[in-house]
Structures are given as structure tokens and as C-alpha cells.
């Protein structure tokens, strides 16, 4: 049943922004793409990740660097979630929410126990220990290992978003982390059990196999019917539902703009009556009705705990409007013209030429309205540029580019080497080639960030309250 279940939601549309940000950062790894005034999305999946002293990675693989410390003593389950920063949990284990086990497995000399789960709203956690007496995170392939110092089999896991820490060494010797893993959809399942497969335990190669059986804590469902709107009325937001937890809620709401090919995306601050804010940790599912004439995204944002004495929230969104990327076949007769969807900004490339193992890019950048582009800007967009693998792109029928690459190697990308100026407006790109084999001209083309030459616009609507007791 479990199986079923998860079929059924591994169908369902993924958020194509918040996936785009969350491949971007991770295959930029630690590039600065963005502006600092220009922030693409405040319910994002990156939100899940951000603040915490222990390193943390996203489900998809996508990692910040790992912090090498050593725990004093195996601390217990609350102590362990509070070392690892993983707000949940420790939520959970202060109020005895959190069950121990004591499920091992032993493979390769390495014995693995998932010590704790817990099943809060649509959050599933776990933490394991790890022991061996020749395991070590010194000796692990650096160029080749995960930096969470574990990896999970098969890829029902790796398609459940969420949080892991990296691998903690213990006084002991023996190694701890934590997982957390988002199911989606309407109906999720009371009782559930948790597939996890380890294939890597920090320089130890082997198979641990867990079937985890978790029960949903008490929930409490909200049908909401409130709705805020723009001055002009041409954005609207609609709240459906609330679902509350104990120590998380899910927000589920409708977005509605109208279709003009400029990407948008929605921040939205949260307060109780008694002004404390609820934490926005990130997105879940996403479905997108379309029309000539409006777009309407059906979206689901978790929020961390709403206090038991809250009366009511108050909603506060904000629209964030972007120049969606444009993306273009590099092999064309020279000099081409890239325009933004808005048609301000053009690139006009001036030659493409393989050098060896690099492949560099001539281009000039050009508004059309002189609008004046900070020089700050003209990097960023330098900076955005990637090459991705033609076959990879899909485009729909309102010529909006959208990306199928959750299931296939970051490589369909390739990192910007270096850029530079030539001389005003005049730019070349740098891109290396030496993971690429075979490097063939007509199977790639140009993604070209026109969002990062000018100010996001930022859209204020209504705010909306929502009563809760």
C-alpha cells in the first residue's frame, strides 16, 4: 500500500521554481548567482536548510560543506536533534513525541541502528548510529563521496524531499545523523512504513536495509475560504486549507496571475495574533492550470509550529516577479540575437569557438529601451550563464522553458569556468569541457538568466487572516 502511495504522489508536479533555484545553488556550489537585492523566492526548498550550525543537505543531493566536529558523548534523541540544529525533532523529543528503536542492520563490518522516528504532519524523521571498527570519514574518497558521509539505494528516497545532516563522529568512535523526509499530497497515510536502503557508511561500501513502520501524530485540518488580492486585482492568493501538527503545519493555497512570460513566485510572512512569527521552512507539491489568458498554481508551503495558545494568523504574501531564463541552441549561423521574453534586454553572440578542452562564447549585452543595467548586474548575468543539454528541455505551449532533470545527472549542466568583460558590454564565457565526452555542439544550448539584468518587481496583496481556534 505504502508503494502505491508513493507512485501515485511521484507523479504529481514537482515546483518548478523552487527545483530550479535548488539545482541551480547546488550545481553553482557556493557562486554567488544572485544579487544581493534580489531574492527569488521566500517559500523555496532551500528554506528547509537554512540557519543551521550543523551541516545540513538537501534530499536531492545538493549539499553545503560539511562541518567536521565530534560530539562529546552518543548525546540522547532530544540532545541529538538539538546538536544537529533540526528544530523538529527537538520540538518533538521536549514533549516525548519522538519513539527510540532499535532496528540494526550489519553489512561489512559496519552495524547501522536507526535509534528514532517520528511522524509529524507530512514530516518523517529518523536518526541513525553508525559503528565499525575501521569505519572513518578521513578515509572516504573525497572526489566521490556524498559530503552527507552516507548515501541511500534506489531512488524512492532520493525523490522524497527533506533534510539530512552529515555524519557527526562520536567520542566513541561511533558516527550519528538525522534525516527528515516530506510526503505530499491531500491524503496522506495515518500509518506508514519507511523504506531505507544505505549502500555508503562513510568509507565503508555495503547494504543496510530498514523498513521503518511510523504513525502520524494527532492532526488537526483547517477548511479555509479567505482570500487576498493586488490593488489592481490582476493577483490573487486563496487559502484552502491548514493543517496543524505538533510541531509543523502545511498551508495549502491557490496563486492566480495572469500569463505574460514573466516568471513569478510568492513570499509570504506568517504571524500569530500575539505577533510571533511561524517559520515558512519550504514548498511541497505544486499543480499549474493553464490558460490562454491565467495561471493558476495550486501550491502546499510547510510552516514550523504554530503555538497551542495562537487565535488566529495573519497571512502577509508578496509577489516576486522575474524575467524567466531563456534558453537557446548554440549552433547557429553567427551573430544571433537572444531576447528576454519582455523584449528590453537582447544577447547578441558574436562567435562560439572550442579551444581545446574549453568552449568560449563572445556575446554583447543590449537594452533596447536604454534602461540602465549597474555593472554589478552585467556579472550576475555573466556569471548565470549555463550550457545545458538540448534533449533535457521541454517547451510548452506558452513558450515558457521547463526543466526534466530531477531524474538524471546534474551534468546536463555545465558551470560557467570564468567570465569576463572585453571591453562595454562586451563579454566572453568560459565553460570547461573536461567532464564532457564527446563534446558536440548541436546537442547543447544556452541558458541565458535575462531576470539578473534588472529589479525584480515586487507585489504587494492583502493580508489574509486566518482564524485557527
Given at each position: 500500500?505504502?508503494?502505491?502511495?508513493?507512485?501515485?504522489?511521484?507523479?504529481?508536479?514537482?515546483?518548478?521554481?523552487?527545483?530550479m533555484?535548488?539545482?541551480?545553488?547546488?550545481?553553482?556550489?557556493?557562486?554567488?548567482?544572485?544579487?544581493?537585492?534580489?531574492?527569488?523566492?521566500?517559500?523555496?526548498?532551500?528554506a528547509?536548510v537554512?540557519?543551521?550550525?550543523?551541516?545540513?543537505v538537501?534530499?536531492?543531493?545538493?549539499?553545503?560543506?560539511?562541518?567536521?566536529?565530534v560530539l562529546?558523548?552518543?548525546?540522547l534523541i532530544?540532545?541529538?536533534y538539538?546538536?544537529l540544529n533540526?528544530?523538529?525533532?527537538?520540538?518533538?523529543a521536549?514533549?516525548?513525541?519522538?519513539?527510540?528503536?532499535n532496528?540494526?542492520?550489519?553489512?561489512?563490518?559496519?552495524?547501522v541502528?536507526v535509534?528514532?522516528?517520528?511522524?509529524?504532519?507530512?514530516?518523517?524523521?529518523?536518526?541513525?548510529?553508525?559503528?565499525?571498527?575501521?569505519?572513518?570519514?578521513?578515509?572516504?574518497?573525497?572526489?566521490?563521496?556524498?559530503e552527507?558521509?552516507?548515501s541511500?539505494?534506489?531512488?524512492?528516497?532520493?525523490q522524497?524531499?527533506g533534510?539530512?545532516?552529515v555524519?557527526?563522529?562520536?567520542?566513541?568512535?561511533?558516527?550519528?545523523a538525522?534525516?527528515?523526509?516530506?510526503?505530499?499530497?491531500?491524503?496522506?497515510?495515518?500509518?506508514?512504513?519507511?523504506?531505507?536502503?544505505?549502500n555508503?557508511?562513510?568509507?565503508?561500501?555495503?547494504?543496510?536495509?530498514?523498513d521503518?513502520?511510523?504513525?502520524?501524530?494527532p492532526?488537526?485540518?483547517?477548511?479555509?475560504?479567505?482570500s487576498?488580492?493586488?490593488k489592481?486585482?490582476?493577483?490573487?492568493m486563496e487559502?484552502?486549507?491548514l493543517?496543524?501538527?505538533?510541531?509543523?503545519?502545511?498551508?495549502?493555497?491557490?496563486?492566480?496571475?495572469?500569463?505574460?512570460g514573466?516568471?513569478?513566485?510568492?513570499?509570504?510572512?506568517?504571524?500569530?495574533d500575539?505577533g510571533?512569527?511561524v517559520?515558512?521552512?519550504?514548498?511541497?507539491?505544486?499543480?499549474?492550470?493553464?490558460?490562454?489568458?491565467?495561471?493558476?498554481?495550486?501550491?502546499?508551503?510547510?510552516?514550523?509550529?504554530?503555538?497551542?495558545?495562537?487565535?488566529?494568523?495573519?497571512?502577509?504574501?508578496?509577489?516576486?516577479?522575474?524575467?524567466?531564463p531563456?534558453?537557446?541552441?548554440l549552433?547557429?549561423s553567427?551573430?544571433?540575437?537572444?531576447?528576454?521574453?519582455?523584449?528590453?534586454?537582447?544577447?547578441?553572440?558574436?562567435?562560439?569557438?572550442?579551444?581545446?578542452?574549453e568552449?568560449?562564447?563572445?556575446?554583447?549585452?543590449v537594452?533596447?529601451?536604454?534602461?540602465?543595467?549597474k555593472?554589478?548586474?552585467?556579472?550576475?548575468?555573466?556569471d548565470?550563464?549555463?550550457?545545458?543539454?538540448?534533449?533535457?528541455?521541454i517547451k510548452?505551449?506558452?513558450?515558457?522553458?521547463?526543466?526534466?532533470?530531477?531524474?538524471?545527472?546534474?551534468?546536463?549542466?555545465?558551470?560557467?569556468?570564468?567570465?569576463?568583460?572585453?571591453?562595454?558590454?562586451?563579454?566572453?564565457?568560459?565553460?570547461?569541457?573536461?567532464r564532457?565526452?564527446?563534446?558536440?555542439?548541436?546537442?547543447?544550448?544556452?541558458?541565458?538568466p535575462?531576470?539578473?539584468?534588472?529589479?525584480?518587481?515586487?507585489?504587494?496583496?492583502?493580508?489574509?487572516?486566518?482564524?485557527?481556534?
Open positions: 500500500m505504502d508503494k502505491e502511495w508513493f507512485d501515485r504522489k511521484h507523479n504529481e508536479e514537482l515546483p518548478r521554481d523552487e527545483i533555484n535548488a539545482i541551480q545553488n547546488g550545481m553553482n556550489a557556493g557562486r554567488k548567482m544572485k544579487r544581493r537585492n534580489k531574492v527569488k523566492s521566500g517559500v523555496k526548498l532551500s528547509w537554512s540557519g543551521t550550525a550543523a551541516s545540513v538537501l534530499a536531492s543531493g545538493f549539499v553545503f560543506s560539511p562541518v567536521n566536529t562529546a558523548d552518543v548525546p532530544g540532545k541529538l538539538e546538536q533540526l528544530e523538529i525533532g527537538k520540538e518533538l521536549a514533549s516525548n513525541l519522538v519513539t527510540e528503536i532496528e540494526k542492520a550489519t553489512s561489512n563490518g559496519v552495524d541502528t535509534t528514532s522516528a517520528f511522524y509529524d504532519g507530512n514530516i518523517i524523521g529518523v536518526t541513525i548510529k553508525a559503528e565499525g571498527e575501521d569505519l572513518s570519514l578521513e578515509a572516504m574518497d573525497k572526489e566521490r563521496s556524498p552527507t558521509g552516507y541511500l539505494a534506489g531512488s524512492d528516497q532520493e522524497l524531499p533534510t539530512r545532516t555524519l557527526e563522529k562520536v567520542k566513541d568512535g561511533s558516527y550519528v538525522a534525516l527528515e523526509f516530506e510526503l505530499s499530497g491531500k491524503e496522506l497515510p495515518k500509518n506508514y512504513t519507511l523504506p531505507l536502503t544505505f555508503l557508511m562513510a568509507n565503508k561500501k555495503g547494504t543496510w536495509k530498514f521503518i513502520p511510523v504513525t502520524q501524530l492532526m488537526k485540518k483547517i477548511e479555509l475560504n479567505a487576498g488580492a493586488s489592481d486585482g490582476a493577483h490573487k487559502l484552502t486549507s493543517s496543524i501538527g505538533k510541531a509543523t503545519a502545511t498551508l495549502d493555497f491557490m496563486v492566480s496571475h495572469p500569463v505574460d514573466v516568471e513569478e513566485s510568492v513570499n509570504i510572512k506568517v504571524l500569530d500575539k510571533r512569527r517559520e515558512v521552512r519550504g514548498a511541497g507539491r505544486a499543480t499549474i492550470d493553464q490558460n490562454e489568458l491565467l495561471i493558476k498554481k495550486q501550491r502546499e508551503t510547510q510552516l514550523g509550529k504554530i503555538e497551542d495558545d495562537a487565535e488566529y494568523l495573519m497571512v502577509y504574501p508578496e509577489v516576486v516577479r522575474d524575467e524567466m531563456i534558453i537557446e541552441p549552433n547557429q553567427f551573430p544571433y540575437e537572444v531576447s528576454s521574453l519582455n523584449g528590453v534586454f537582447k544577447a547578441v553572440v558574436r562567435n562560439i569557438e572550442k579551444k581545446g578542452n568552449l568560449v562564447i563572445d556575446y554583447e549585452i537594452s533596447s529601451n536604454n534602461e540602465k543595467i555593472e554589478d548586474w552585467y556579472k550576475q548575468f555573466a548565470g550563464i549555463n550550457l545545458i543539454q538540448t534533449s533535457k528541455v510548452t505551449d506558452d513558450l515558457q522553458p521547463q526543466y526534466n532533470l530531477l531524474s538524471d545527472s546534474p551534468d546536463s549542466f555545465l558551470v560557467i569556468n570564468k567570465s569576463k568583460e572585453l571591453e562595454k558590454d562586451h563579454f566572453r564565457t568560459t565553460f570547461n569541457l573536461d564532457v565526452k564527446n563534446f558536440n555542439i548541436d546537442e547543447y544550448s544556452l541558458m541565458l535575462f531576470g539578473n539584468l534588472s529589479k525584480d518587481e515586487r507585489i504587494k496583496l492583502e493580508p489574509i487572516k486566518v482564524q485557527i481556534n
